[in-house]
């Protein structure tokens, strides 16, 4: 049984920095891509950050420079590590799994295969 678990979220001040972690498990972690996710309230689903297997990442435009996505196949966690944050950087963050192992990796959440249940982040002014 494939499981993701985010956690580390929560309301911080902008400006701030925070980290966001996903463990797996039931999946051999090494040979998946990972991505970050975020939705806020009544927007879509949008890509933030992706790591493939062999650790190339990608960010979204409005994240480069401040977000650093990360991974340590030892422990089978993914990391998000956010800085400055900004009011608009809100929503709730999901980790996702893809076993294509596609490079680069996808921004597209339909090609992920599995999901967490999200960790909330509220930037407060």
């Known amino acids: 049984q494939v499981q993701l678990a985010e956690s580390g979220g929560g309301l911080v001040q902008a400006g701030d920095s925070l980290r966001v972690s996903c463990v797996a498990s039931?999946?051999?972690?090494?040979?998946?891509?990972m991505g970050w996710f975020r939705q806020a309230p009544g927007k879509e689903r949008e890509f933030v950050a992706g790591i493939t297997w062999s650790g190339g990442v990608a960010y979204a435009d409005s994240v480069k420079g401040r977000f650093t996505i990360s991974r340590d196949n030892t422990k089978n966690t993914a990391y998000l590590q956010m800085n400055n944050l900004k009011l608009e950087d809100t929503a709730d963050y999901y980790c996702?799994?893809?076993?294509?192992?596609?490079?680069?990796?996808?921004?597209?959440?339909?090609?992920?295969?599995?999901w967490g249940q999200g960790t909330q982040v509220t930037v407060s002014s």
């Open positions: 039931g999946v051999t972690f090494s040979r998946y891509n």
């Open positions: 996702a799994a893809d076993r294509s192992s596609v490079s680069p990796v996808s921004r597209y959440p339909r090609n992920y295969d599995y």
